[in-house]
């Protein structure tokens, strides 16, 4: 499906611009549509016919916010491998203790699996060395894997396909906590055992649910975009043998969610990346990407000479990121001066105003579509769990696109209120910063206790 991708024979600024917005526009209409199909391809997606969405089992319903204890959990999905100690204190309260950041050099993401999860086991030795902590009790580890894993149970995670930014080699279709197992074992860990793995959504989902009983969705908007919610066990076709009347969380891989309208930007960028043809949602609205979109833009404005003198200014390919956008739209001066000093770093002297302005403009153009998208994906969640709206549903939100994008959130809002009138009030967004790394700590701790061990 194509959008607004025909430009005018005669290239006007004017038709330019009115054809760039348009292609860059969902309408009321096309929420709609994108609504009745995600709808669809989630009921495929738990008959496990084919469908862009995966609808996978994460093997855990939501904490009682009776779990106690100290539990830690490894944090892998972005550029940064994180490990969290939590102490839970058993009344739905939950506090992080330590937490050790370490940069996961491209060449590791990009590298084999045996060098990644060393990379991670040599981690997770210096923070346990640094804090003087003993991982002696194998019940008190979760591990937060942010992509798609099939599962059987909550110790074992099989990957589908990488995404973002990381292929490394020989770990599709394998179980990560096997390979996370050998590679402590390797480094003389042997005791260290994962008590549970789970999406980054799934745990963004039980931070928020800790303390809320009617949080029943977990979202993550940062490098990359997905969300969870809580089913009835009577819905999940593809499962068998458990209990009908229970729930279940479903982590759906919205990012891979392709029923929708894109248009020649989207398409051109989706060729450069490491998947094309997947991950299309994601690539519309995710950190990693946006940037990247801008500056496709912006570069085909400066070639048409509509801005910068034509020609003289460069964005190359990776100089312009979703930070970038971030302080472009947050910019409220009237000389719009902070645009003006970016500009001059990147060597782009003597801009006038109109084209500081027109700046902004295509940065909200494109992170204002991402976010009524968002939008549009959460209104088809919520909906489908609940069609009239009748009941609450909080919805816990991590990742930096919806922490510090200016405006991002707000549009969510607006267009929730648009689409569900008052209504919307049923819909309460709320942020769960840190929530992916600290819920999986809390599904070790029910995991653990389920198995009967308990945190120290
Ligand atoms: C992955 C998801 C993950 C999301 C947010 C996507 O690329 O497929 O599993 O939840 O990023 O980190």
């Not at 009776?66 to 490990?83: P, Q, V």
């Not at 800790?210 to 499962?239: H, Q």
């Not at 929708?260 to 989706?270: E, K, M, T, V």
Request: aromatic share 8%; proline share 2%.
């Amino acid at each position: 499906m194509k959008k607004g991708t025909k430009l005018p024979k005669k290239i006007t600024y004017s038709s330019y611009l009115l054809s760039l917005i348009k292609s860059f526009d969902v309408s009321a209409d096309d929420i709609e549509r994108f609504r009745e199909n995600f709808h669809n391809e989630m009921k495929l997606g738990l008959c496990d016919r084919p469908s862009s969405l995966k609808m996978l089992p994460a093997f855990i319903d939501r904490p009682t916010g009776r779990e106690k204890g100290r539990y830690s959990a490894l944090d892998l999905g972005g550029t940064n491998f994180r490990i969290i100690q939590v102490r839970l204190d058993g009344c739905g309260g939950a506090r992080e203790e330590h937490v050790g950041r370490f940069v996961i050099p491209s060449v590791v993401r990009h590298g084999t699996g045996k060098q990644m999860f060393n990379f991670i086991a040599m981690s997770v030795l210096k923070f346990a060395n640094s804090h003087n902590i003993k991982f002696t009790d194998g019940k008190k580890l979760g591990f937060t894997f942010s992509f798609p894993m099939k599962q059987t149970s909550i110790v074992s995670g099989i990957l589908v396909n990488w995404t973002k930014d990381f292929s490394a080699s020989g770990v599709v279709n394998k179980d990560v906590v096997a390979l996370l197992a050998d590679s402590f074992k390797r480094c003389g860990m042997k005791e260290l055992k994962v008590a549970a793995i789970a999406n980054d959504t799934v745990g963004t989902y039980a931070a928020g649910a800790l303390k809320d009983r009617n949080c029943d969705v977990g979202i993550i908007f940062g490098t990359g975009t997905n969300a969870c919610y809580r089913e009835k066990i009577a819905n999940i076709k593809k499962l068998r043998g458990h209990n009908k009347n229970a729930h279940m969380i479903i982590n759906i891989e919205w990012g891979n969610f392709d029923k929708f309208p894109a248009n020649n930007y989207d398409a051109r960028l989706d060729k450069e990346t490491n998947n094309p043809g997947k991950q299309k949602l994601e690539k519309i609205v995710s950190g990693l990407y946006l940037g990247e979109i801008t500056r496709l833009v912006l570069t085909d404005l400066i070639k048409h000479r509509f801005m910068f003198s034509g020609g003289k200014a460069r964005f190359p390919k990776g100089s312009f990121t979703t930070r970038h956008m971030s302080l472009i739209e947050s910019d409220h001066t009237r000389d719009l001066i902070k645009i003006k000093a970016y500009l001059e770093e990147q060597g782009i002297m003597n801009t006038n105003i109109a084209e500081r302005n027109l700046l902004r403009e295509i940065s909200t153009m494109v992170s204002t579509r991402a976010a009524r998208i968002s939008a549009a994906a959460i209104s088809s969640v919520v909906t489908w769990m609940d069609h009239e709206l009748k009941f609450h549903h909080s919805i816990a939100i991590d990742g930096s696109l919806y922490e510090r994008h200016p405006g991002f959130g707000k549009t969510i809002t607006r267009v929730l209120k648009d689409l569900h009138g008052s209504k919307s009030s049923k819909i309460t967004l709320k942020r769960s910063k840190d929530g992916s790394g600290m819920g999986v700590a809390i599904i070790a701790a029910v995991a653990s206790d389920a198995a009967g061990t308990r945190g120290a």
